[in-house]
């Protein structure tokens, strides 16, 4: 158990490892945390700011080939550092590399070549060829990374997450499922992103099945456009991501 705030260290990871910022000299109120390993033994690190309330929860990197998420998330990251008294009365938890490995080659699977957004226990997780670039995996939930986000939200039960992707064909928005239409467009006041209720094509095994239609948990999927540089996508989703760690279900702030 970390001293500093209420997340327990999983017990059967032997790499596991709590540090709390205060620990290493850092006047933070983050606490890092590893919960869990992948395919290749590279840690999977959460940070989470703030003292109180359901966390927000916000994930990058769960394909590799997309490092605009992970480079928002650090960016995140930076400036909640830079802003201890921020997170106070409230909670958001941050994990900038759901996918390690594949973000290690900046490719879209894991290195067992399993898309991990296909890989969720979903209702409807349905066996793919294993060339595809949808492999959805041997097993639902098959993959460690897959555990230990899915063990996280179930330990965090946070009140909603955004996954941040990014998409080609000039393309972007703020993609919901679940009960997150209003999160979506509080976070378009921020970005100007289309709020998009479908992205066209079926997702079996995604993340936001899983945690936002199955679970009634408010999921976006954060699609960035590819054309646009990291620092132009950073400077137009900054206020979104503040967005997301400060609004509650209702809309209102916290
Ligand atoms: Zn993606």
Redesign the pocket.
């Known amino acids: 158990m970390c001293m500093k705030c209420p997340v327990a260290v999983l017990p059967t990871l032997p790499t596991a490892a709590v540090a709390c910022a205060q620990a290493a000299g850092v006047k933070s109120p983050a606490c890092r945390e590893v919960i869990g390993v992948s395919v290749e033994a590279r840690a999977l690190e959460a940070f989470t700011f703030g003292d109180m309330g359901e966390a927000a929860l916000i994930l990058g990197g ?2 590799g080939d ?1 490092p605009k998420g992970v480079y928002l998330a650090h960016r995140f990251i930076d400036l909640l550092f830079g802003q201890p008294g921020f997170a106070r009365g409230r909670r958001v938890t941050i994990v900038p590399v759901v996918n390690p490995d594949g973000y290690a080659r900046r490719r ?1 699977r894991n290195a067992n070549k399993v898309d991990l ?1 296909r890989n969720c226990p979903t209702s409807n997780w349905a066996s793919s060829k294993p060339r595809s670039r949808y492999y959805s995996g041997s097993a639902p939930a098959g993959e460690p990374e897959t555990r230990a986000v899915i063990e996280l939200i179930r330990r965090l039960q946070p009140r909603h997450i955004v996954s941040i ?3 080609g064909e000039h393309r972007f928005c703020n993609n919901y499922d679940g009960p997150a239409r209003e999160l979506a467009e509080a976070m378009s006041a921020g970005n100007g992103y289309p709020v998009i209720a479908s992205m066209g094509y079926c997702t079996p095994g995604s993340l936001g099945t899983w945690a936002g239609v199955e679970r009634g948990i408010p999921t976006i999927t954060l699609e960035l456009p590819a054309h646009h540089s990291r620092e132009r996508c950073w400077r137009d989703n900054r206020q979104a991501l503040l967005t997301v760690a400060t609004v509650n279900e209702q809309g209102g702030e916290i």
């Open positions: 769960v394909h997309e879209r957004n992707h990014s998409i």
